[in-house]
């Protein structure tokens, strides 16, 4: 992860669906690697579900052939140890039989079944990353001290490490999200698969009308749009816009009714309309659908107003802590501002919480690896909300299958309570990203 970090990072080409990408679309698809990640999402999801139907058929062998062992010994069914039973290898036809659905194009079964085999590697290699990995480190684990602190420091930063308990149980229902719902009339989204160097080149403007082909975003920001689930009519808000990438995407998508983009600095809202102005031609569309608006986020609570909420709160970012010296978040003068970070972005999501509509979702996500501004948010966000008396039921999607698909784009860490998270690798060098969501039940 710290070679990532001090690394460049990777990016997704996000395509402009406003205006004729075909020229473009053929010089990014020209690069030898380059790849769709609606289709490899696809592609993979059918391998995954191959893999499946495989574990289901023998299972199902197992169990046949463990009553007939019972049978013609003359024992319980329940003596039988079911580990003990062997079956033959389950062939092609035996998998193509169970399946329950029928799948638009159906499977071609050596490229699946060699596809299947692979995820289950790649299922592997996780694991072992998975079991290096704990959600309970503190933040001195990630990078050894080179300076000793004053005791009187030392004494301020506790405030910060004592926001998150761990080993609190929040009792609330937890749901799977087994896919992401990659609707074609969103915008069409290129990256580079794991262990490529290739990149993009910044975009610029098409001669006639001015506006950019496509848009360059972290591949970890890109999950969180896809898992926010926006459908037709939505009416969406992104609390924490700028520097306006998630809202165009949004925007682009052509789905939701109304996108309030929010943000406390003047100077970012007006970064943000001018991405607008660059990648949308529709000045009705964007009058319509686009409000702009300088707000405290933390204060921004709109009882049953919202379908879907963007929360990417600011945090200690730590790509960028590395990356830059000039106003550091972790510059002594910034001491008091990085500690209150836990209870601003904690005071931020149960604003939005309160804002949902019945059956609305809440993204919240951060950029940074530290379990106290990710899971510790999160839970002590759902905590107050009790502690305050909100009627509001709420539900932990789990997201965990639903990105299994992009596992071989993506590095993740998925031993949280509440979320998962991309993590950086200089292989697969997007995020750090945390991704928690969060659903009203009424």
Avoid at 170 to 196: A, C, Q
Avoid at 335 to 348: A, D, H, S, V
Avoid at 370 to 388: H, T
Wanted: charged share 25%; glycine share 4%; net charge negative.
């Amino acid at each position: 992860m710290r070679l990532g970090l001090l690394s460049p990072k990777k990016h997704c080409a996000v395509m402009n669906t406003f205006v004729d990408t075909g020229g473009i679309l053929e010089g990014l698809t020209d690069e030898p690697d380059a790849i769709e990640m609606q289709r490899y999402y696809k592609k993979h999801l059918r391998s995954y579900t191959m893999w499946q139907l495989r574990q289901q058929v023998i299972a199902n062998k197992k169990a046949r052939k463990r009553e007939l062992l019972a049978q013609s010994e003359g024992v319980p069914v329940e003596s039988i140890e079911i580990n003990s039973v062997e079956v033959s290898d389950v062939s092609d036809s035996e998998i193509i039989g169970a399946q329950t659905s029928n799948d638009e194009g159906g499977f071609s079964t050596a490229e699946d079944l060699q596809e299947m085999f692979s995820d289950r590697r790649m299922d592997e290699d996780e694991k072992y990353f998975i079991n290096q990995a704990s959600t309970q480190l503190s933040l001195d684990d990630y990078m050894p001290a080179t300076e000793i602190i004053r005791h009187e420091d030392a004494s301020e930063e506790m405030s910060y490490y004592e926001a998150y308990e761990p080993d609190v149980e929040l009792s609330i229902e937890h749901k799977d999200e087994l896919t992401l719902e990659m609707n074609e009339m969103g915008p069409m989204i290129y990256t580079f698969p794991r262990g490529s160097w290739s990149k993009f080149n910044s975009p610029t403007a098409l001669p006639k009308l001015q506006l950019f082909p496509y848009y360059l975003l972290d591949g970890a920001s890109v999950l969180t749009v896809m898992a926010l689930g926006v459908q037709l009519n939505d009416v969406c808000a992104d609390y924490c816009a700028a520097p306006g990438g998630k809202s165009l995407a949004l925007m682009m998508s052509m789905k939701p009714r109304h996108l309030l983009c929010n943000d406390t600095s003047i100077s970012r809202l007006k970064r943000i309309s001018r991405v607008m102005d660059q990648y949308i031609p529709d000045i009705n569309y964007r009058k319509s659908t686009l409000k702009l608006s300088n707000e405290n986020a933390a204060k921004m609570v709109y009882p049953d107003t919202f379908d879907k909420i963007i929360v990417d709160v600011p945090c200690i970012n730590d790509r960028n802590a590395i990356e830059t010296l000039d106003n550091n978040i972790f510059k002594t003068s910034r001491t008091e501002e990085r500690i209150g970070l836990p209870k601003l972005q904690c005071n931020i999501l149960k604003a939005a919480l309160r804002s949902l509509k019945p059956k609305g979702s809440v993204i919240y996500s951060t950029c940074t690896l530290s379990p106290i501004e990710n899971d510790g948010v999160v839970q002590n966000a759902l905590i107050q909300l009790q502690e305050e008396g909100c009627e509001l039921k709420f539900v932990i999607i789990n997201l965990k299958e639903a990105f299994r698909p992009f596992r071989g784009l993506y590095k993740f860490n998925t031993k949280f309570k509440y979320g998962q998270q991309v993590v950086p690798n200089v292989c697969s060098n997007f995020g750090p990203m945390y991704i928690s969501k969060i659903t009203r039940l009424k």
